[in-house]
């Protein structure tokens, strides 16, 4: 970085590599454009230091914007050189990482910024799914940057100073920054659920090198894989109190305990994040009802399908299937949530998430836990849209309804003609129960494989996904679906 100015934007490049890795592309490259007195601006290296490296000993290519030449916008040559660093990208198989602080359109060259926008956007387009992007929102992402950051697969922001938004808040009718900030971290990770992660800008660099550590480098050639220095056979003690908090579950089946949540500020009535097991990443989807913090609930949810957890486990789910991540579902589900607010597009949601569940070729292992309901179960990565192995817990209840509605249904005129209304209730429901909703009704139908103990759970699974490591599967021949 010699040729560069030492701002933050290349100290951050510094941070995130490993130490001494970082090797410069285009750092001669400043701005073509003489218009509007541009050639009395200085504009060291357009204001993006682009480069490769090493995180961990892997290669990565990485691009960070410089807010102190014309704060960080997006101008011709700034925009090629990014191209160019997807482009060697794409040809080495090795993610790309954009530290992000930009002002937008560099107007002083207006239609060679927009030209410049779109090739970035067509770059990311056709590395989606080949190799994994990073976003990390260290300043300003605004307009058409803001964009960019919604094509690629992860986003980070910094929880203070990081602003990414198409309108600014102040620009929207109604709104002002200080009423509610659209623009800042908290509202994108909770509210458009855009930036997966937040923190300082130390934890956010962390972060980045944990995930990159944990993803393969691109869509064919894993290096992912680690070395497991966990027990296999580890029996999970008091798992079976994790039903409400499935995020507590997924820890304690993971090696070591590692678990990194993703998107984890919104909706957090649906998890998604990555374990490990036997050394293999592994995507996770699960329901959760209860949120827990050193011991303490914290908050509780109903066990039900809402739009946005729909949409959060979709784009999960596309993304382990597009990178060859095997995906772990731990069910708790009872129906979709009933609000007007969900009704208006919770069919269209839920149905995106069948089609990404049946869709992904990877393989797929669903664990019940609790209780799988109609519908909703079927969505969350059921036996019938193609999971490869489903266990369920002994205690799980699995049917179309819960039982006592279902008997309240069936049995309607008995109940009203009964003396006893409530010990006909009690006795139709241990029979409905024992001969349609319990976890052996389900197995000896086939829609079980298997009913486990909890504290096995670990185990089980990673020996499910040992005898499913060389799956193939033949899909009729087609562009792609429209769902």
Same mark, same amino acid.
């Given at each position: 970085?010699?040729?560069s100015?030492?701002?933050?934007?290349?100290?951050?490049?510094? &941070?995130?590599?490993?130490?001494?890795?970082?090797?410069?592309?285009?750092?001669?490259?400043?701005?073509?454009?003489t218009?509007?007195?541009?050639?009395?601006?200085?504009?060291?290296?357009?204001?993006?230091?682009?480069?490769y490296g090493?995180?961990?000993?892997?290669?990565?290519?990485?691009?960070?914007?410089?807010?102190s030449?014309?704060?960080?916008?997006?101008?011709?040559m *700034?925009?090629?050189? /990014?191209?160019?660093?997807?482009?060697m990208?794409? !040809?080495?198989? %090795?993610?790309?990482?954009?530290?992000?602080d930009? %002002?937008?359109l560099?107007?002083?060259?207006?239609?060679?910024?927009?030209?410049?926008?779109g090739?970035?956007?067509?770059?990311?387009?056709?590395?989606?799914?080949?190799?994994?992007?990073i976003?990390?929102?260290?300043?300003?992402?605004?307009?058409?940057?803001?964009v960019?950051a919604?094509i690629?697969?992860?986003?980070?922001?910094?929880?203070?100073?990081?602003?990414?938004?198409?309108?600014?808040?102040?620009?929207?009718?109604?709104?002002?920054?200080?009423?509610?900030?659209?623009s800042?971290?908290?509202?994108?990770?909770?509210?458009?659920? +855009?930036a997966d992660?937040?923190?300082?800008?130390?934890s956010? /660099?962390?972060?980045?090198?944990?995930?990159?550590?944990?993803?393969?480098?691109n869509?064919?050639?894993?290096?992912?894989?680690?070395?497991?220095?966990?027990?296999?056979?580890?029996?999970?003690?008091?798992?079976e109190?994790?039903?409400?908090?499935?995020?507590? &579950?997924?820890?304690?089946?993971?090696?070591?305990?590692?678990f990194?949540?993703?998107?984890?500020?919104?909706?957090?009535?649906?998890?998604?994040?990555?374990?490990?097991?036997?050394?293999?990443?592994?995507?996770?989807?699960?329901?959760?009802?209860?949120?827990?913090e050193n011991?303490?609930?914290?908050?509780?949810?109903?066990?039900?399908?809402?739009?946005?957890?729909?949409?959060?486990?979709?784009?999960?789910? *596309?993304f382990?299937?597009?990178?060859?991540?095997?995906?772990l579902t731990?069910?708790?589900?009872?129906?979709?949530?009933?609000?007007?607010?969900?009704?208006?597009?919770?069919?269209?949601?839920?149905?995106? +998430?069948?089609?990404?569940?049946?869709?992904?070729?990877v393989?797929?292992?669903t664990? /019940?836990?609790?209780?799988?309901?109609?519908?909703?179960y079927?969505?969350?990565?059921?036996?019938?849209?193609?999971?490869?192995?489903?266990?369920?817990?002994?205690?799980?209840?699995?049917?179309?309804m819960?039982p006592?509605?279902?008997?309240?249904?069936?049995?309607?005129k008995?109940?009203?003609?009964?003396g006893?209304?409530?010990?006909?209730?009690?006795?139709?429901? %241990?029979e409905?129960?024992?001969?349609?909703?319990?976890?052996v009704? &389900?197995?000896?139908?086939?829609?079980?494989?298997?009913?486990?103990?909890?504290?096995?759970?670990?185990?089980?699974?990673?020996?499910a996904?040992?005898?499913?490591?060389? !799956?193939?599967?033949?899909?009729?021949?087609?562009? *792609?679906?429209?769902?």
């Amino acid at each position: 970085m010699s040729n560069s100015a030492q701002t933050s934007a290349s100290s951050r490049i510094a &941070a995130l590599l490993d130490e001494n890795s970082f090797v410069e592309v285009g750092a001669y490259i400043t701005a073509r454009s003489t218009d509007f007195n541009m050639t009395e601006q200085e504009t060291p290296a357009d204001g993006v230091v682009t480069g490769y490296g090493t995180i961990g000993g892997c290669l990565v290519y990485v691009y960070s914007q410089d807010a102190s030449v014309l704060g960080g916008s997006m101008g011709e040559m *700034h925009a090629k050189k /990014i191209c160019n660093i997807y482009s060697m990208a794409m !040809k080495m198989g %090795a993610p790309v990482i954009g530290l992000v602080d930009c %002002a937008g359109l560099r107007l002083q060259e207006a239609t060679d910024a927009l030209d410049g926008f779109g090739k970035l956007y067509l770059s990311q387009t056709m590395a989606s799914g080949v190799i994994p992007q990073i976003t990390a929102i260290f300043g300003t992402c605004g307009g058409g940057m803001a964009v960019s950051a919604g094509i690629t697969d992860f986003t980070f922001m910094e929880e203070k100073s990081g602003k990414l938004f198409v309108n600014s808040p102040n620009a929207i009718d109604g709104n002002y920054k200080e009423k509610c900030d659209t623009s800042s971290a908290d509202f994108q990770s909770r509210e458009s659920g +855009l930036a997966d992660f937040t923190g300082d800008e130390s934890s956010i /660099i962390a972060q980045i090198r944990t995930l990159v550590s944990i993803l393969p480098a691109n869509n064919e050639d894993d290096m992912s894989y680690g070395e497991c220095q966990d027990d296999l056979n580890r029996i999970c003690d008091n798992i079976e109190g994790c039903t409400g908090d499935t995020a507590l &579950a997924l820890t304690l089946i993971s090696d070591n305990s590692f678990f990194m949540e993703v998107k984890k500020n919104y909706e957090p009535s649906m998890v998604t994040g990555f374990i490990r097991l036997n050394g293999t990443t592994i995507g996770c989807v699960a329901n959760r009802t209860e949120i827990y913090e050193n011991g303490e609930k914290k908050e509780t949810f109903e066990p039900v399908l809402s739009g946005k957890g729909c949409d959060k486990a979709t784009d999960f789910i *596309h993304f382990c299937d597009a990178f060859n991540i095997p995906v772990l579902t731990l069910v708790n589900v009872k129906g979709y949530k009933a609000k007007m607010c969900s009704e208006r597009r919770i069919a269209k949601a839920a149905a995106r +998430l069948t089609y990404a569940y049946a869709n992904a070729s990877v393989p797929k292992v669903t664990v /019940i836990v609790k209780e799988a309901f109609g519908s909703a179960y079927l969505t969350m990565g059921s036996k019938s849209i193609g999971a490869d192995v489903v266990y369920a817990w002994p205690g799980a209840v699995i049917g179309m309804m819960n039982p006592s509605e279902a008997v309240k249904i069936m049995y309607a005129k008995e109940i009203a003609a009964s003396g006893d209304a409530a010990a006909l209730i009690n006795e139709k429901t %241990a029979e409905y129960t024992t001969l349609q909703s319990s976890a052996v009704a &389900a197995a000896k139908r086939g829609y079980v494989d298997d009913i486990i103990k909890a504290g096995e759970t670990r185990q089980r699974v990673i020996a499910a996904f040992e005898m499913l490591f060389t !799956k193939r599967e033949d899909r009729p021949s087609k562009k *792609h679906g429209t769902v």
